[in-house]
């Protein structure tokens, strides 16, 4: 099974940006769709955007579109998420999360890097 591991969340202010990697170990990273999630404190769990195995499809949440860009390096086992246009209410712990490219959910999930964004 894959291992992952988030980095690069940190504190910025509203309209910075930050990138975001989820390193993967364990298995064929292109064998697997992976996705972008966030959970702000008192919220549940929401999805942010997900990529398939190849980077050729790709998807957002409305709020993450046109700020947010997902993309993938299969050579370097590596997944990031560039955000741009940072605003307060993308504060939260942001997860990597893995899904066989038969699978219906995410079975795999790294252990989530805070992102606080100050007004």
């Known amino acids: 099974q894959v291992q992952l591991v988030e980095s690069g969340g940190g504190l910025v202010q509203a309209g910075g940006s930050l990138r975001l990697s989820c390193a993967a170990s364990?298995?064929?990273?292109?064998?697997?769709?992976m996705g972008w999630f966030r959970q702000a404190p008192g919220k549940e769990r929401e999805f942010v955007a997900a990529?398939?195995?190849?980077?050729?499809?790709?998807e957002y949440a409305d709020s993450a579109k046109g700020r947010f860009t997902i993309s993938r390096d299969n050579a370097k086992n590596t997944m990031y998420l560039q955000m741009n246009s940072l605003k307060p209410e993308d504060t939260a712990v942001y997860y990597c999360?893995?899904?066989?490219?038969?699978?219906?959910?995410?079975?795999?999930w790294g252990q989530g890097t805070q992102v606080t964004v100050s007004s």
């Open positions: 999360a893995a899904r066989t490219l038969s699978g219906s959910f995410y079975a795999y």
């Open positions: 364990g298995h064929t990273f292109s064998s697997y769709n």
């Open positions: 990529i398939n195995w190849s980077g050729g499809s790709i």
